[in-house]
């Protein structure tokens, strides 16, 4: 005969189970705020950086100083406590380090390196006012392809939902991975800093070089793998949280390995509502996405329209694909029988962002390259998103350049209308206020 007491303690049981059983459908309707991380790359070490510097240094003749930007343009983890530099401000402005360097107890007085690395988190144009609105991408979902993650970021580790590799066997972390997710979510230094980030690492490098190379070949097959796996997870999430766009900052061209697989891919994601950004996204499907990139002395202020100017054509085009010109010449070929009178200008040198060395480094970079475009675009399609969800990236794109502010650039003899990104007027636009 079961008491009084036992019915209650019964009860009490049954009760416990079926709010546990809640408990646990909820974090399943949740399924954004699990993380799943495939693996953790281990950090990265530039400290070897310092032997290149001294060896430029020492070859450097007194007849041509003007050699010593070249001597610290890269000075990443570098211990330079011994280095006289008090009369180097022009190099130090054009050098790239992280919160590893060690500067000496004398600088010049116009280079303050943690002035520089701080401004350079912000990724700037207003972007920091929008996200005092709380207009910072909740609730939307951005896709990122590129190498090794080091996932334990402070920058990015709460927006990181999911990491996945593909082709990546047991490397270590990239300096591109980190950097490219801070600039889309990063707390401090990305765009949309609530969006929530899904993370395939992939090589799209062959093995084994071609005959007669010093590189490998490009084999985009990972990539378009790794877009592919992305839209497998989109499938699996709420609709209210589903992935709306895929920074991928890569470039393919007919020639490279893959590129028909990759195509057939982005083609497919753009059937199932998801923009993907890259350097071909003048190849979205029924789309042609132009746009060129922006300098901004690292000096000046981010949030400056007038601190930027247009990187001239062949300077912008070498920063796509330093080793390989198949893309230069497959975009320019694209760009003169497509491009529209209007082109979109994006920001990409001096800036901050997470750097591989450790879980709270982070590196400035004062030269980027379009690699820097697609994680930016990607953020601000994410606060587009927040504010109009039926969004498309035609409506995104064609706003941009209605709501740009007019720079004109010059491609040989003809002259192109370029429209500088107004995050703030945009947003505004799309969310119905001018």
Same mark, same amino acid.
């Given at each position: 005969?079961?008491t009084?007491?036992?019915?209650?303690?019964?009860?009490?049981?049954?009760?416990?189970?079926?709010?546990?059983?809640?408990?646990?459908?909820?974090?399943?309707?949740?399924?954004?705020?699990?993380?799943?991380?495939?693996r953790?790359?281990?950090?990265?070490?530039?400290?070897?950086?310092?032997?290149?510097?001294?060896?430029?240094?020492?070859?450097?003749?007194?007849?041509?100083?003007?050699?010593?930007?070249?001597?610290?343009?890269?000075?990443?983890?570098?211990?330079?406590?011994?280095?006289?530099?008090?009369?180097?401000?022009?190099?130090?402005?054009?050098?790239?380090f992280?919160?590893?360097?060690?500067?000496?107890?004398?600088?010049?007085?116009?280079?303050?390196?943690?002035?520089?690395?701080?401004?350079?988190k912000?990724?700037?144009?207003?972007?920091r006012?929008?996200?005092?609105?709380?207009?910072?991408?909740?609730?939307?979902?951005?896709?990122?392809?590129?190498?090794?993650?080091?996932?334990?970021?402070?920058?990015?580790?709460?927006?990181?939902?999911?990491?996945?590799?593909?082709?990546?066997?047991?490397?270590?972390?990239?300096?591109?991975?980190?950097?490219?997710?801070?600039?889309?979510?990063?707390?401090?230094?990305?765009?949309?800093?609530?969006?929530?980030?899904?993370?395939?690492?992939?090589?799209?490098?062959? %093995?084994?070089p071609?005959? &007669? /190379? #010093?590189?490998?070949? =490009?084999?985009?097959?990972?990539?378009?793998?790794? !877009? *592919?796996?992305?839209?497998?997870?989109?499938?699996?999430?709420?609709?209210?949280?589903?992935?709306?766009?895929?920074?991928?900052?890569?470039?393919?061209?007919?020639?490279?390995?893959?590129?028909?697989?990759?195509?057939?891919?982005?083609?497919?994601?753009?059937?199932?509502?998801?923009?993907?950004?890259?350097?071909?996204?003048?190849?979205?499907?029924?789309?042609?996405?132009?746009?060129?990139?922006?300098?901004?002395?690292?000096?000046?202020?981010?949030?400056?329209?007038?601190?930027?100017?247009?990187?001239?054509?062949?300077?912008?085009?070498?920063l796509?694909?330093?080793?390989?010109?198949?893309?230069?010449?497959?975009?320019?070929?694209?760009?003169?029988?497509?491009?529209?009178?209007?082109?979109?200008?994006?920001?990409?040198n001096?800036?901050? %962002?997470?750097?591989?060395? &450790? /879980? #709270?480094?982070?590196? =400035?970079?004062?030269?980027?390259?379009?690699?820097? !475009? *697609?994680?930016?675009?990607?953020?601000?399609?994410?606060?587009?998103?927040?504010?109009?969800?039926?969004?498309?990236?035609?409506?995104?794109?064609?706003?941009?350049?209605?709501?740009?502010?007019?720079?004109?650039?010059?491609?040989?003899?003809?002259?192109?209308?370029?429209?500088?990104?107004?995050?703030?007027?945009?947003?505004?636009?799309?969310?119905?206020?001018?």
């Amino acid at each position: 005969m079961v008491t009084w007491n036992g019915w209650r303690r019964r009860a009490w049981i049954s009760g416990a189970l079926v709010l546990f059983l809640v408990v646990l459908a909820a974090v399943t309707v949740l399924a954004p705020e699990r993380r799943t991380i495939a693996r953790k790359p281990a950090p990265s070490d530039y400290s070897d950086n310092l032997n290149m510097v001294r060896f430029r240094m020492a070859a450097i003749p007194e007849s041509r100083p003007d050699r010593m930007k070249s001597a610290l343009a890269d000075v990443r983890s570098c211990d330079l406590s011994g280095f006289d530099l008090a009369g180097q401000a022009d190099a130090l402005a054009e050098s790239s380090f992280d919160s590893r360097t060690h500067w000496p107890a004398h600088l010049p007085a116009a280079f303050d390196p943690a002035r520089v690395l701080e401004r350079g988190k912000d990724p700037g144009l207003g972007v920091r006012l929008l996200q005092s609105q709380g207009i910072d991408g909740r609730g939307v979902g951005v896709a990122m392809v590129d190498l090794p993650l080091l996932v334990g970021h402070e920058d990015y580790r709460r927006r990181l939902r999911r990491y996945e590799e593909i082709n990546c066997g047991d490397s270590g972390a990239s300096m591109h991975g980190p950097s490219m997710a801070s600039l889309a979510v990063g707390r401090s230094c990305g765009v949309a800093p609530a969006a929530d980030l899904y993370y395939i690492a992939s090589f799209n490098l062959q %093995s084994n070089p071609r005959r &007669g /190379t #010093r590189m490998p070949a =490009f084999d985009y097959i990972p990539d378009a793998r790794a !877009v *592919e796996r992305i839209l497998e997870i989109n499938e699996s999430l709420p609709a209210d949280k589903r992935i709306r766009a895929i920074s991928l900052s890569a470039a393919w061209s007919p020639e490279m390995r893959g590129y028909k697989a990759m195509t057939e891919a982005v083609e497919r994601a753009g059937k199932k509502g998801i923009f993907v950004i890259s350097c071909n996204s003048f190849e979205f499907p029924g789309h042609r996405f132009f746009f060129q990139v922006l300098e901004r002395d690292p000096a000046r202020s981010p949030d400056d329209f007038a601190a930027y100017s247009v990187i001239p054509w062949r300077e912008s085009l070498s920063l796509v694909r330093k080793r390989n010109s198949a893309f230069d010449r497959f975009y320019e070929e694209q760009f003169d029988r497509f491009a529209g009178p209007r082109i979109l200008l994006v920001p990409v040198n001096s800036r901050t %962002s997470a750097s591989p060395t &450790g /879980t #709270r480094d982070y590196v =400035f970079f004062r030269r980027g390259g379009w690699s820097d !475009v *697609e994680p930016f675009l990607a953020g601000l399609y994410a606060l587009a998103c927040q504010v109009r969800p039926e969004i498309t990236p035609d409506l995104f794109w064609e706003t941009a350049l209605d709501t740009g502010v007019p720079r004109e650039f010059r491609k040989g003899d003809k002259t192109y209308d370029g429209r500088i990104v107004d995050p703030v007027r945009l947003i505004e636009r799309l969310h119905g206020k001018i």
